[in-house]
């Protein structure tokens, strides 16, 4: 007794280290990650004149918001955010929807080029947008879809990644799931949308959390679509604060990046359960 008591004493003195040591890199990493947000946050609170003398500085000598007066004095944001919120959202929705029905397809539906289809599936995670651009947008413009919300959308209404994920997440479900609710009467659209996509809760919102912020911080797709401010994003509205005939007045571009960051970063506070859960591949 006395050494089982002994052997279990020193497993629970050599276990304390291990878990502090994983704490102590845990909050380095964090602190390499949130440094730059934090820099970017203290500089929006500060004067020019202050980030002229002071550039290093990591706090403010007197906080001030004026550089978030200015953001919204100059630009309509609300409105920029309305439009970038829809667009971001639409996509991720749209994604979801196509990738479940192209996801059970290929994981749990028999036929003729099934691997074939899978491998370009997979191909397609290999080719940058900026590829395919060019046809893109002349595809658009015949149609005279440039300057709307639809041109902004339809181009990623499909995601390969989507699929990819999906596809994965359905081959761990059991095949006698689907077999029961075929022999209930359920049609495949019932089985792909009511029974197998709760199931799948965690990986969709992964797909749509990555989706959001691919779409919603994109500068480049709006920029090359957009020739005015009909749907312009806040990204790009963003960037006009730069001004680079007078100067950059970094205290007010940093500003406007603050206000672009915060519903990122409250829809990652509200779904970070199900984004952990998605990554560590747990439907």
Same mark, same amino acid.
């Given at each position: 007794?006395? !050494?089982?008591?002994?052997?279990?004493?020193?497993?629970?003195?050599?276990?304390?280290?291990?878990?502090?040591?994983?704490?102590?890199?845990?909050?380095?990493?964090?602190?390499?990650?949130?440094?730059? &947000?934090?820099?970017?946050?203290?500089?929006?609170?500060?004067?020019?004149?202050?980030?002229?003398?002071?550039?290093?500085?990591?706090?403010?000598? #007197?906080?001030?918001?004026?550089?978030?007066?200015?953001?919204?004095?100059?630009?309509?944001?609300? $409105?920029?955010?309305?439009?970038?919120?829809?667009?971001?959202?639409?996509?991720?929705?749209?994604? +979801?929807?196509?990738?479940?029905?192209? !996801?059970?397809?290929?994981?749990?539906?028999?036929?003729?080029? $099934?691997?074939?289809?899978?491998?370009?599936?997979?191909?397609?995670?290999?080719?940058?947008?900026?590829?395919?651009?060019?046809?893109?947008?002349?595809?658009?413009?015949?149609?005279?879809?440039?300057?709307?919300?639809?041109?902004?959308?339809?181009?990623?209404?499909?995601?390969?990644? !989507?699929?990819?994920?999906?596809?994965?997440?359905?081959?761990?479900?059991?095949?006698? +799931?689907?077999?029961?609710?075929?022999? /209930?009467?359920?049609?495949?659209?019932?089985?792909? &949308?009511?029974?197998?996509?709760?199931?799948?809760?965690?990986?969709?919102?992964?797909?749509?959390?990555?989706?959001?912020?691919?779409? &919603?911080?994109?500068?480049?797709?709006?920029?090359?679509?957009?020739? /005015?401010?009909?749907? $312009?994003?806040?990204?790009?509205?963003?960037?006009?604060?730069?001004?680079?005939?007078? !100067?950059? $007045?970094?205290?007010?571009?940093?500003?406007?990046?603050?206000?672009?960051?915060?519903?990122?970063?409250?829809?990652?506070?509200?779904?970070?359960? #199900?984004?952990?859960?998605?990554?560590?591949?747990?439907?």
């Amino acid at each position: 007794m006395a !050494g089982t008591w002994c052997g279990a004493w020193r497993l629970s003195v050599r276990r304390p280290p291990s878990l502090v040591g994983v704490k102590v890199l845990a909050s380095f990493a964090a602190a390499v990650w949130l440094l730059p &947000y934090g820099w970017m946050v203290t500089t929006s609170l500060k004067t020019l004149g202050e980030i002229a003398r002071h550039p290093a500085a990591p706090f403010p000598e #007197h906080a001030q918001l004026s550089a978030y007066r200015e953001v919204f004095e100059l630009l309509p944001v609300a $409105r920029y955010l309305a439009v970038s919120l829809a667009t971001a959202t639409t996509i991720g929705l749209l994604q +979801i929807v196509l990738a479940l029905p192209a !996801g059970y397809a290929l994981a749990k539906l028999r036929f003729v080029g $099934r691997k074939t289809a899978f491998a370009l599936v997979v191909a397609c995670l290999l080719v940058p947008a900026q590829v395919t651009f060019v046809p893109v947008f002349l595809m658009l413009s015949k149609v005279s879809l440039t300057n709307t919300f639809a041109a902004l959308v339809l181009p990623f209404a499909a995601s390969a990644l !989507g699929t990819f994920l999906v596809r994965q997440a359905l081959v761990a479900v059991p095949n006698e +799931i689907i077999e029961a609710a075929r022999l /209930d009467g359920a049609s495949e659209l019932t089985i792909i &949308y009511r029974i197998l996509g709760p199931l799948l809760w965690p990986t969709l919102v992964s797909i749509f959390l990555v989706s959001f912020v691919f779409h &919603y911080a994109d500068y480049f797709w709006p920029l090359v679509m957009t020739t /005015d401010e009909t749907v $312009r994003t806040l990204p790009l509205g963003i960037a006009l604060l730069k001004e680079p005939g007078s !100067g950059v $007045r970094w205290h007010v571009v940093m500003a406007g990046n603050v206000v672009l960051s915060a519903p990122v970063l409250v829809l990652f506070a509200v779904a970070q359960k #199900h984004l952990l859960r998605g990554v560590a591949g747990r439907s």
